[in-house]
C-alpha cells in the first residue's frame, strides 16, 4: 500500500469534485419536472443518482490526487484535462435538468465522455491506479448518454 504523501491534498482533492458535484445540483433547479418527464427502460429511481455521484465523485478526487503528487511532466496536462471534464461535468446537469435542454446535453455529454476518455489516456501514462479509478465514471456517464437521449426521444 503506497503512502498518502499528503493528506491535506487528498482531503481536498476529493472535496473538489464533491462540491463541484453539489453546486451543480443546487443550480440545476427543479428536480420535480424531471420526474414528471416519461423515462426510458433501466432508468434507476432517483435516490440512485445522489449515492452513485458520491461514490463516482470520491473515486475522482483519489485519482486526482494521485496525479497531483505525482512528479511526471504530463502532471500539468492531465489536470489541466480533469479540470475541463469537471466542468462539463457541472454543466451538464445544469443544462438537462436546469433548461430541460435534453438535445444539447446529449451533445454536450458525448464531449464530456470524449474528455473523460482522454483523461483516463493521459492518466494511464502517469498512473495506472489513477486510471483505472476513472472507468466507473466513464461507464456511468456512457449510462447517462443512454438515459439522456432516450428522454430526448420519449419527451
Do not use: H
Request: hydrophobic residues 60%; charged residues 5%.
Amino acid at each position: 500500500m503506497t503512502k498518502i504523501k499528503n493528506k491535506q491534498a487528498l482531503i481536498i482533492s476529493i472535496l473538489i469534485p464533491i462540491a463541484v458535484g453539489a453546486l451543480s445540483a443546487l443550480l440545476s433547479g427543479n428536480m420535480q419536472e424531471y420526474q414528471a418527464l416519461i423515462k426510458p427502460p433501466l432508468s434507476p429511481p432517483s435516490f440512485v443518482f445522489p449515492v452513485v455521484w458520491t461514490i463516482l465523485f470520491i473515486l475522482m478526487g483519489i485519482s486526482a490526487y494521485i496525479i497531483y503528487v505525482s512528479s511526471d511532466p504530463l502532471r500539468k496536462k492531465a489536470l489541466l484535462i480533469y479540470s475541463l471534464q469537471l466542468i462539463f461535468n457541472f454543466f451538464w446537469s445544469i443544462i438537462f435538468f436546469g433548461f430541460s435542454q435534453y438535445l444539447f446535453a446529449f451533445v454536450w455529454l458525448l464531449v464530456l465522455i470524449l474528455l473523460i476518455i482522454l483523461m483516463i489516456i493521459v492518466f494511464y501514462k502517469i498512473s495506472p491506479l489513477a486510471s483505472y479509478l476513472q472507468i466507473p465514471y466513464l461507464l456511468w456517464c456512457i449510462f447517462a448518454l443512454y438515459l439522456n437521449f432516450a428522454i430526448y426521444a420519449l419527451n
